[in-house]
C-alpha cells in the first residue's frame, strides 16, 4: 500500500535537546491521523519536518510518496499546511492572500479565481474578501488560514492545533470542513490538544511524548487497551468510608469524587454486585451508579503520566 | 514545473507582495525614494 505519510526513524536534536526521537509512522491516503501530546512532545517538529521547514537530523519521511529530503519542491506541492500561528499577511486582503499562496504554488490563474472563490464562500468569507487580515477575529483568521491551506487542492492536509482558541461554533464549523475535505478524499494529519476534537474526527491516533512514539491506535482500541481505567461512580444517601471498598480484590482503588465514590475496576459486574450487596447490609439506598469508559484524555494520562496520574 | 521561469515567476510574486506590505508606505517613499533623489540633485547641480 502506498502510504500518503511515511516516516522512518525521525530524528532531531536542537542542541543537547532531542525534540523527535527515532519515531517511526505511517499515514494511510484517506485517513484523518491524530498526533497528540503535551507541549514539548516533539508535535510541532515532525510537522515542520514533513513540511519541510526543517530538515531531520536523521530518518527519512516521505509526504504523497515524495522523500522529503530529496524531493522537498515536489512535497510541498502536494500539501496544504495550516500553521499553529497564523501565517496570513494582515497587511493584505483575504483575497490576496489566498491569490499570493495559489501564485506561491504555481496554480493556473483561471483554477486560482475559482478555487478561492469557492472556498471564500464556502467558509463563509466571501463578504469579507476586499477587507484588510488586520480587521478579522481569530475564527475568521483561522478560516481564512484553512482556505489558503487548500488553494492549491492538496494532497495532505497538514494541522496544527486549528482550532486552538476559537470559539465553540467556529471550531464545530472547521470541524465539520475538515471532516468533509477527508469525505473528498484528502488525507489530514491533525495535531490537536482536544482529546474530544481527535475522538470525534480522528481514524487513528497517535500519542507521542519526549519525542517518542506511546502508541498508534484507533481512538476505541486505545480506549480498550486501558480497560483498568474504567470505573464506576456510585452515590449512597449517606457518606461512607471508601477504605472498606479498598479491601475488595476486584476494586483496584476508590476515591470520594464529590459526593459520590469512584471505583477503579477491570471487572464492573462483580463490583456492582458487591455494591448491591454492601448497600444492603449497611441499610443504605444507591441514588446513582454509573460505569464509566476511561476516556481518551484518561487514556493519553496514563500513557504520558502513567496509571497513577488518572486514578489520582 | 521548476524551471529558471517558474522560480523567477515566484520571486517576482513574492516582490509584489513585499512593495505591498512593505515599501508603498508614505515614509519609505519620502525618506528612502524622494529625499535622496532630490538630495542627489541639490549636490549634483548646486549653484
Known sequence: ?????????????????????????????????????????????????????????????????????????????????????????????????????????????????????????????YEVKDKLVRAFSKGMKQRLLLCMALVNDPEVLFLDEPTSGLDVESARL????????????????????????????????????????????????????????????????????????SENPSITKAVPAGNKVRIYTADPSTVIAFLVEYAKKNNLRILSLNTMMPSLEDVFLKLIKGKEAVTK | MNSLTEQFKRSLVIAEKNIKIYYSKGPVIIFGLVFPLFLGFSLRYRA
Open chain 1, 174 to 245: 472547521l470541524r465539520e470542513k475538515i471532516t468533509r475535505y477527508n469525505r473528498d478524499g484528502k488525507t489530514v494529519f491533525l495535531s490537536t490538544h482536544n482529546m474530544e476534537e481527535a475522538n470525534q474526527l480522528c481514524h487513528r491516533i497517535a500519542i507521542i511524548n519526549h519525542g517518542r512514539i506511546a502508541a498508534i491506535d484507533t481512538p476505541e482500541n486505545l480506549r480498550a487497551q486501558s480497560m483498568e481505567l474504567q470505573y464506576i461512580e456510585v452515590a449512597f444517601n449517606k457518606n461512607v468510608n471508601t477504605q472498606e471498598f
Open chain 1, 1 to 125: 500500500m502506498e502510504y500518503a505519510i511515511a516516516v522512518q526513524e525521525l530524528t532531531k536534536h536542537y542542541e543537547d535537546v532531542t525534540a523527535v526521537d527515532h519515531i517511526s509512522f505511517e499515514v494511510e491516503k484517506g485517513e484523518i491521523f491524530g498526533f497528540l501530546g503535551p507541549n514539548g512532545a516533539g508535535k510541532t517538529t515532525t510537522i515542520r519536518i514533513l513540511t519541510g521547514l526543517i530538515k531531520p537530523d536523521g530518518g527519512k519521511a516521505f509526504v504523497a510518496g515524495y522523500d522529503v529530503l530529496k524531493n522537498p519542491i515536489e512535497a510541498k506541492q502536494r500539501v496544504g499546511v495550516v500553521p499553529e500561528v497564523s501565517n496570513a499577511y494582515v497587511d493584505l486582503t483575504a483575497w490576496e492572500n489566498l491569490a499570493l499562496i495559489g501564485k506561491l504554488y504555481g496554480v493556473p490563474t483561471q483554477k486560482l479565481r475559482e478555487n478561492a472563490t469557492s472556498l471564500l464562500k464556502e467558509f463563509g468569507l
